[in-house]
């Protein structure tokens, strides 16, 4: 089981870490990405941790504002964002992939396994 954790209120310009905790299957073995869905849309693909914590892949919405790691001792990844602007307001979810260890773009219909989402609401 996935829980992703940490969302809340923040303000235009500031900064949320996510948290993204499992039990059961473990990320040391797979490749985990973080997604959000805004309301009234489709669950968008943010970035993507190899299963070793070795590498990172991103979006173009993702990239320079969020920083994914990942703690395999601790079976949890972070995502790191900062300069938040209103247009982040989302569900964040996590998800794992189990087909691949690698990094790279995950469309939401590649993960087998999402955790339960996180709402993050950014005020102008």
């Known amino acids: 089981q996935l829980q992703a954790y940490g969302g809340g209120l923040v303000q235009a310009g500031g900064s949320l870490k996510l948290s993204c905790a499992a039990s059961g299957p473990t990320f040391s073995r797979f490749a985990v990405g973080w997604f959000r869905q805004a309301p009234g849309g489709e669950r968008e693909f943010l970035a993507a941790v190899s299963s070793s914590g070795g590498s990172s892949y991103y979006s173009d919405s993702a990239k320079g504002r969020f920083t994914i790691s990942k703690d395999n001792a601790k079976n949890t990844v972070y995502l790191q964002m900062n300069s938040l602007k209103p247009e982040d307001t989302a569900v964040y979810y996590c998800?794992?992939?189990?087909?691949?260890?690698?990094?790279?773009?995950?469309?939401?219909?590649?993960?087998?396994?999402w955790g339960k989402g996180t709402q993050v609401t950014v005020s102008s």
């Open positions: 998800g794992v992939n189990a087909a691949i260890p690698t990094a790279q773009r995950m469309p939401p219909r590649a993960v087998h396994y």
